[in-house]
């Protein structure tokens, strides 16, 4: 889900090649370095897609205030879908100096801890400026109800699926463990922030495939009683039960490359919901 005044952007020349040279540096780092991809550390990217998503509301931002918050030369960096690059230079860049410095006894646990107390270090501060920012004059007066009904939401129904995925299929909850519960509620977040957006917000859907689905079910008949909503949130609840528990045995048997996979799947959850949580809180 997306405000109507957001959009995808091509960063100009200069931008894109500044991009796509950083991420295939560090690409090419962390495969000759190869460090430890644990579910610890995949834990730990948690502050940093958070961090990424509100660099990006800051950039939509600038569509309410009439003016863009970032200096014009790096301001495509901040645009959806480079921001997700944007991100994966910084903390690509942190894990690998990471397993550069961290000796080898307990090294993934040591890497992971580094990778959270960064993400943290600098997600807190970007959620203070982001409040703040919400204070200016121009911006509707800050709303937590529907962001926060939102997230509540999303745990109770991530919490009652994962359950009974375990209950189905115990051996599932074994081996997809955390990463599994937060692959399930990435998308369940992102599905319910969208709900919420597209029927009692009137917020608009900038992807293609979700504003497929939610054009389907606005020509449903239940539309008009029960919104429209509710079919992508079916939608993600279907498939991200299905993508765990068909990555439990790769999980057991490829932790690593389970773990990538997941984490990738999982930043196109949390990313767009963070997102859409910040932008109810700042303009109800």
């Known amino acids: 889900m997306a405000a109507p005044f957001s959009g995808f952007v091509v960063p100009g020349p200069i931008q894109s090649a500044a991009l796509l040279i950083g991420t295939v540096t560090i690409g090419v780092l962390l495969y000759a370095l190869r460090p430890p991809f644990t579910q610890r550390i995949v834990l730990s990217f948690i502050p940093w897609i958070i961090s990424g998503s509100i660099l990006h509301v800051f950039w939509q931002l600038g569509d309410i205030l009439g003016r863009q918050l970032y200096?014009?030369?790096?301001?495509?960096?901040?645009?959806?879908?480079?921001?997700?690059?944007?991100?994966?230079?910084?903390?690509?860049?942190?894990?690998?100096?990471?397993?550069?410095?961290?000796?080898?006894?307990?090294?993934?646990?040591?890497?992971?801890?580094?990778?959270?107390?960064?993400?943290?270090?600098?997600?807190?501060?970007?959620?203070?400026?982001?409040?703040?920012?919400?204070?200016?004059?121009?911006?509707?007066?800050?709303?937590?109800?529907?962001?926060?009904?939102?997230?509540?939401?999303?745990?109770?129904?991530?919490?009652?699926?994962?359950?009974?995925?375990?209950?189905?299929?115990?051996?599932?909850?074994?081996?997809?463990?955390y990463v599994g519960a937060f692959v399930l509620f990435a998308h369940i977040f992102d599905g319910i922030t969208t709900a919420i957006g597209v029927d009692v917000l009137g917020g608009g859907e900038r992807s293609a495939l979700p504003a497929m689905i939610l054009d389907f079910s606005a020509r449903l008949p239940v539309a008009d009683t029960i919104g429209v909503g509710w079919l992508f949130v079916l939608v993600k609840i279907i498939l991200a039960s299905a993508i765990i528990i068909l990555f439990a045995d790769y999980v057991d048997d490829e932790p690593a490359q389970a773990n990538l996979l997941l984490t990738l799947i999982a930043v196109f959850g949390l990313g767009p919901a963070t997102n859409n949580f910040f932008l109810f809180l700042l303009s109800p």
């Open 71 to 177: 200096p014009p030369a790096i301001e495509p960096l901040f645009s959806a879908p480079a921001v997700y690059l944007t991100t994966f230079i910084a903390v690509g860049l942190i894990w690998a100096l990471a397993s550069i410095i961290v000796p080898s006894r307990d090294r993934s646990n040591r890497i992971a801890t580094y990778l959270l107390a960064t993400g943290l270090g600098v997600v807190i501060p970007l959620t203070g400026l982001l409040l703040w920012q919400g204070l200016d004059e121009a911006i509707a007066p800050m709303e937590p109800i529907w962001p926060v009904l939102a997230l509540i939401l999303s745990l109770v129904v991530t919490f009652v699926v994962y359950i009974a995925i375990g209950a189905w299929r115990t051996y599932v909850i074994a081996q997809v463990r």
